[in-house]
């Protein structure tokens, strides 16, 4: 039996990266000095989303196929009811802070559904709930939403839609559209008062830019990955 499990690598380093990101800002509170017992709460809360993730493709599988999509519906309940039960400890305190993303739930699935997967929208929209790990992680740590941390990790890591469109698209119009995201990035940086420094490594996506030589998909995909280490070391120095 073929277990639908996600294989987009770069989709899981996003995830892992996000909830590491949160762990270093959570942690950088000290909530064990409240007594705060989080530990447990945060494990389950990781595991929940990582079997959520992963109801992605075979509701996907579900929306395209024409014929029988029994096997399909099964494993998408197996993984987002698992996935729900294992966030309940989460949900318990959460749900009330976080209701206001199932939007991006919601507006992603209608995507899928409109056969849209690989538009520019559709692309940042899964950017958006693989890096929306962060607030909820950083919620089971410290009890407290932090839109400031979801925007600093959502505006990083979406960079990387725009590096990968560049290099399989190679055009004009894609370039400028990186670069105008870049500036925007800092501008929000800030004007939401989040230390621009956490940015350093988006000075690869100017580079690249300027010096367009040819590479493999697979090496962009390191590159992104160790800007993404390098974006967690910033965090746990610079992180307010």
């Given at each position: 039996?073929k277990?639908p499990v996600v294989k ?6 996003v995830f ?18 409240t ?6 709460v945060?494990?389950l809360?990781v595991l ?7 109801s992605k ?9 024409r014929?029988?999509k029994?096997?399909h519906?099964l494993?998408?309940?197996?993984f987002s009811?698992?996935g729900l039960a294992?966030?309940?400890?989460f949900?318990l305190?959460?749900?009330?802070s976080?209701?206001?993303f199932?939007?991006?739930v919601?507006?992603y699935?209608i995507?899928l559904?409109?056969?849209?997967e690989?538009s520019?929208f ?9 890096t ?8 089971t740590?410290t ?8 925007a600093?990790?959502?505006?990083f ?5 725009f590096?990968?469109?560049?290099r399989?698209r190679?055009?004009?119009?894609s370039?400028w ?7 925007v990035a ?15 490594p988006?000075?690869e996506?100017?580079?690249?830019l ?8 697979r090496m ?7 800007k993404g ?7 746990g120095?610079?992180?307010?």
């Amino acid at each position: 039996m073929k277990i639908p499990v996600v294989k987009e690598w770069g989709s899981w380093a996003v995830f892992i990266s996000s909830v590491v990101a949160a762990l270093v800002a959570g942690l950088l509170t000290r909530p064990w000095e409240t007594g705060r017992d989080f530990a447990n709460v945060t494990a389950l809360t990781v595991l929940g989303l990582a079997f959520l993730i992963n109801s992605k493709n075979p509701l996907a599988l579900a929306l395209r196929a024409r014929g029988k999509k029994k096997e399909h519906l099964l494993w998408f309940l197996f993984f987002s009811v698992s996935g729900l039960a294992l966030l309940m400890p989460f949900l318990l305190d959460g749900v009330g802070s976080f209701a206001i993303f199932s939007i991006l739930v919601l507006s992603y699935a209608i995507l899928l559904y409109r056969g849209k997967e690989h538009s520019l929208f559709t692309e940042f929209n899964g950017f958006a709930l693989l890096t929306l790990a962060a607030p909820v992680v950083h919620f089971t740590v410290t009890g407290a939403l932090s839109l400031k941390l979801y925007a600093a990790v959502l505006l990083f890591f979406g960079s990387g839609v725009f590096k990968v469109r560049v290099r399989t698209r190679k055009t004009l119009k894609s370039r400028w559209m990186m670069a105008l995201y870049c500036a925007v990035a800092v501008i929000l940086y800030v004007q939401m008062n989040i230390p621009i420094v956490l940015l350093l490594p988006l000075i690869e996506n100017v580079v690249s830019l300027i010096f367009m030589r040819e590479e493999k998909l697979r090496m962009t995909g390191y590159t992104e990955l160790i800007k993404g280490i390098v974006f967690i070391i910033l965090i746990g120095f610079f992180w307010q």
